[in-house]
């Protein structure tokens, strides 16, 4: 499984992200348009050190990471409140191995040719007024499902 970050700008987020993939095990981290990578002083301020390794990948353009992410056999799910979107506690990920969870920036979300090249789209059941959540607890509740349902124990790379 991968994450695929894009235009996740803040790099508070992006070293967050690592420590969120070290600990659930995911495999490498793509980082794509304007979202930050290591060596980076904020990043490694809240990565901890898992920058270090976690592998990440660095590209300009979402739409080209998620087309050589689909050759090489991936599912893409992609993060984002649509008219379409599943909630995730309701998808079943264990028939789409492997993964790659597609995150966007809090404030546009995933673009429209994002969601076009998606597998499928899931949302987290939201119960108050807001409507949004910060990307990072978003895609740590998200991996958490997508890992509790594969029963993933161990690093994946």
């Not at 980082?31 to 990578?37: A, L, N």
């Not at 090249?117 to 910060?134: C, E, Q, W």
């Amino acid at each position: 499984m991968v994450i695929v970050c894009q235009d996740v700008s803040d790099p508070l987020n992006i070293g967050s992200l690592f420590r969120l993939a070290d600990a659930l095990g995911i495999s490498a981290i793509y980082c794509c348009g304007q979202s930050p990578v290591p060596p980076n002083r904020r990043i490694a301020k809240t990565a901890r050190s898992t920058h270090q390794w976690v592998p990440y990948h660095y590209r300009s353009t979402t739409t080209e990471t998620l087309e050589e992410l689909r050759i090489a056999g991936y599912t893409l799910i992609g993060l984002e409140i649509t008219d379409q979107s599943k909630s995730l506690t309701e998808s079943d990920f264990t028939t789409h191995q492997p993964l790659a969870l597609i995150i966007g920036a809090e404030s546009k979300g995933l673009l429209p040719e994002t969601l076009a090249l998606l597998d499928l789209a899931v949302h987290i059941p939201m119960y108050g007024r807001n409507t949004s959540m910060n990307v990072v607890q978003a895609c740590g509740i998200a991996l958490y499902e997508i890992t509790r349902q594969l029963g993933t124990t161990g690093h994946w790379y």
